[in-house]
């Protein structure tokens, strides 16, 4: 039995659209990405991931220790159900959010909030100042993982912290050990330019050639500098932990002796971004079925909805694939619709009103902003059916 008619006869009972999670295949890529971490615990990523039942069962599994999330009420909820060993990987601004964190100890001690410049600690002091018996908060420094070359015209990897040298974090570390109510628990680096492009591009060999140099070099730079930053910070702080990596790089980044955990969430799911690269195969995990609702032409069926296109910069690769049946494409004048979406191909004159098309979103989590619940499959059998963040009422972005 192929998986369309896995998921055909695990989900007969439901109505599209839905989504669907592939245990079985999120369980071979959890396993996966441990062996490539090769000892070293993984932080999911809770933004690729988007269920609260869904991160339990992850986190139940070996080689898994602690949640990296987005936001911090994201992180006081979750805290409030249990979770524990929480990074916020993001700056936050949200004075309610943090006044609760400053008055409540259990959640503090579970927390930790990334800074990259005074400026937070500044904004963090104003907001919890009203707190009566303020909480310890836990602080982690964000630095620049990016790859600078030809004297900074050029640039590969996400702009997030200005902190890039030895010096600037040790000034930061030293500026937070001399306030209050603060302490250093750890270091994050997010080699985005390595762990989030993938250096296998298809139908372009001169491209992935200049991807795969920059990566190397990249890697080498990086080893270098982050060790040399760790270093620094650790004169002046006792880390608990240094995080760094993402799914496309856990290999390649628990090789750095300077760094302790590795970070990974989409590849719990393989989404359709994470398909082209060298180091690794995942498997589909997380899918979402839409119904066929016309046949305007004898190779071309309209399905109900469809656009949920990923962040990031506006391409054809930010769609998502119409994966099952194999061989559907969209239609070039209209692509993934608000409503409706055409697709075209021989497939199509197989399909009938009612039938499913399976497709995978481009990126992991984003898909359950759009679906309040995750149907669990096991080979074609549905075993349960569970919320999504959405589901749960809560919207954190």
Known sequence: MDDRQRYDRATAALEAPFAIVDLAAMRANAADLVRRAAGKPIRVASKSVRSRPLLERILAMDGFQGIMAFTLPEALWLAAHGFTDILVAYPTTDRHALATLAGDATAARHITVTI???????FIESAVAGVHARAEIRTCID??????ALGGK???GALRSPIREPDQAADLAADLAKRPGFRLAGLLAYESQIAGVGDDPPANAAYARLIRLMQARSARELVVRRGRIVHAVRQIADL?????GGTGSVERTTREKAVTEIAAGSGFFHPRLFDFYRRFTGRPAALFALPVVR???LDTVTVLGGGYLASG????ARLPQPYLPAGLRYAPDEGAGEVQTPLLGPPAGDLRVGDRVWFRHAKAGELCERFDTLHLIDGDTLVESIPTYRGEARTFL
């Open 313 to 316: 910069p506006p391409s054809l």
């Open 240 to 244: 608990e932990f240094v995080n760094g």
């Open 295 to 297: 046949r305007p032409a």
């Open 143 to 148: 630095i620049d993982a990016g790859y600078v």
């Open 116 to 122: 990259d410049s005074p400026a937070h600690l500044d």
């Open 154 to 156: 050029f640039r590969a």
